[in-house]
């Protein structure tokens, strides 16, 4: 009889010590942590991922990838098709900014566990405000020359941005990661100031 009582007695310390310790692990900060899992954080590139996020956070990452993706196509095509240095100097540009953005919006995602959108993905469920091309818009700017070229690209990516500052704005709104908001208003600020450049090409 002693004997089973103090074997029961000890299961119930033992499972007691185990829930205290997983409230402890649980409680022991603000959201969620994913730092400590293997595959989450652990880089200064995922630094994002030790903070907490929502559901925002990855729906703009998931988003804009794709979105920026396609910026950086469009800026693909300019060497080769326009004939004004200032468009040749923005698309360098578009694509210095834009490429790293999508490295590093890649690794946050990586990092909360949350899947990173494919090249050819294309609009990731995007709206009908989301500024993305179709395959017919991309096939007519890859089939543009000089001045046209420069005015269609500009027209193009004028939307193209004002749609990525829409998404951004939803973030700043929305989001919860710090680094994740603070990207958005990084684009909104850059995009923004890009847009005045491509109305001056555009003709207004």
């Known amino acids: 009889m002693f004997r089973h009582t103090y ?9 007691a010590g185990a829930a205290v310790l997983t409230v402890a692990a649980g409680c022991g900060g603000k959201g969620t942590d994913h730092s400590g899992m293997p595959g989450m954080g652990g ?3 995922a ?8 559901s925002a956070d990855v729906m ?3 988003m804009m ?6 910026a950086v196509e469009m800026a693909a095509l300019v060497p080769s098709r326009a004939s004004s240095t200032k468009v040749k100097d923005l698309a360098k540009q578009i694509a210095g900014a834009q490429d790293p953005e999508i490295r590093t919006m890649s690794s946050w995602l990586r990092g909360w566990g949350e899947k990173v959108p ?3 993905d294309g609009h990731g469920g995007m709206g009908m405000d989301d500024g993305m091309m179709s395959d017919a818009d991309m096939a007519k700017l890859k089939a543009a020359k000089g001045t046209a070229f420069d005015t269609m690209f500009a027209r193009m990516m004028i939307a193209h941005h004002n ?3 829409a998404m951004a704005r939803d973030e700043q709104r929305n989001g919860r990661n710090p680094a994740a908001v603070k990207l958005a208003k ?4 850059t995009q923004t100031a890009e847009v005045a450049t491509l109305r001056d090409i555009a003709g207004g």
């Open 60 to 62: 703009f990452a998931q």
């Open 65 to 70: 990838i794709p979105h920026h993706r396609q």
């Open 7 to 15: 074997v029961r007695r000890a299961l119930l310390a033992v499972t």
């Open 163 to 165: 749609g990525a500052i």
């Open 47 to 54: 630094s994002a991922a030790k903070g907490d996020h929502n």
């Open 43 to 45: 880089s200064a590139s």
């Open 118 to 120: 494919a090249a050819g």
């Open 186 to 189: 990084q684009i909104i600020r």
